[in-house]
């Protein structure tokens, strides 16, 4: 506790701090906060009810970063208070107290610190995730569902806004694939680490012999289209299907062929939506998903880059970039940055913070080296 120089700890603290603020443009964010809440605060607000959840979504974002940047500063000043009344005292107990306090800081300012290696075109924006099941079968499938939990979870325990676009369920268990935003501040920055495949070992609950399986999963992130992006979509580039959304099972979830899947010709991509009531609906949100894949293959051409934004992933051997071994021992292991955990229960529960800023950080020292 005595080798501990409170003072320039403190003054490094603010520094960081400080230099966080000019990045997240904290006085652009309150101008924003104003907006979204006189929007939040009008009458006829809820006629819309899909622009109401975007724009109340956003605000409780907002407010949210606020919070946490404002509410840091506060720790900061109230340790310098702590400490000073605590050495002119001769307060032990209240000088280890803050020993404790600043090492909790310190880890909080860590993260906050992460957003300003958040720099990149698109990396402010909310994100649209999508999972396939890649090799292994059922265990693959239920992979696959345990994924989408795992970042739904994430989302919800940071107070993020979900919006579920399409899932198809396997026949016997799990999911084929799943898309979905997440409406977020810095959402497509922070997720797009975790693009590329996943691989799980365990012994699988599907096979009555208890034999060990290896499966996997593959992840995809773009970034969610503003209006100022140029996107266009040649119609006649468009094969439009419909058809009757359905549930786990295959029970049918809606007794109209309201679910739409768009088939963009020239590229291959395929994107589906369910989650609306409407087929007009669902086609408007289908297209929201494939103008971001459009942008996102466009400017990864562009840069002439290996793999493109969403991830050139193949959910096989020899791609993961990440494990997750439930026997014969317990761990979650990022090949890329190393970082690991022994907990994979608390991962799968949506504890990744860790392993996103590890894969943040790790990629800007890539950056560094191409550059």
């Known amino acids: 506790m005595a080798g501990i120089d409170y003072d320039a700890e403190i003054k490094q603290l603010q520094a960081t701090m400080k230099t966080v603020g000019q990045v997240l443009n904290l006085d652009r964010m309150r101008g924003e906060i104003a907006d979204l809440s006189e929007q939040v605060a009008a009458p006829d607000l809820w006629d819309d009810v899909e622009s109401a959840t975007r724009i109340t979504g956003r605000l409780s974002a907002l407010q949210g970063e606020m919070d946490r940047y404002t509410g840091l500063e506060s720790r900061i000043e109230d340790l310098g208070l702590m400490v000073e009344m605590a050495q002119e005292e001769g307060d032990a107990d209240t000088l280890a107290d ?3 306090e600043l090492g909790r800081i310190k880890k909080s300012v860590e993260s906050l610190e992460i957003r300003t290696l958040l720099s990149g075109e698109y990396d402010e924006r909310e994100a649209i995730v999508t999972i396939r099941s890649g090799a292994g079968g059922v265990d693959a499938a239920d992979f696959a569902e345990m994924l989408m939990r795992m970042y739904t979870r994430w989302a919800e325990q940071h107070k993020y806004g979900v919006e579920v676009y399409d899932v198809s369920y396997a026949e016997e268990a799990g999911i084929k694939s799943a898309e979905f935003a997440i409406h977020a501040p810095y959402a497509y920055g922070t997720l797009s680490v975790e693009a590329g495949t996943h691989r799980l070992v365990r012994i699988s609950p599907f096979d009555n012999q208890g034999r060990r399986q290896t499966s996997f999963a593959a992840v995809e992130v773009v970034p969610v289209l503003e209006q100022t992006d140029e996107v266009e979509v040649d119609e ?18 809606n007794t109209t062929d309201s679910a739409v899947r768009l088939t963009h010709l020239p590229t291959g991509i395929v994107v589906s939506c369910q989650n609306e009531k409407s087929q007009l609906q669902n086609k408007a949100s289908a297209m929201v998903v494939l103008k971001a894949k459009l942008l996102a293959k466009a400017k990864a051409e562009e840069a002439a880059l290996k793999k493109d934004l969403k991830g050139d992933v193949q959910a096989s051997w020899g791609d993961q970039m990440r494990n997750y071994v439930l026997n014969p021992y317990q761990i979650v292991k990022d090949l890329r940055t190393g970082h690991e955990s022994g907990n994979p229960s608390s991962v799968f529960d949506g504890d990744l913070d860790d392993f996103m800023e590890a894969g943040i ?7 560094k080296v191409d550059a």
């Open 98 to 100: 803050s020993e404790t």
């Open 236 to 253: 006649n580039d468009l094969r439009v299907d419909v058809f009757r959304s359905g549930g786990p099972g295959g029970q049918s979830v």
């Open 361 to 367: 950080r790790w990629r800007r020292g890539a950056e």
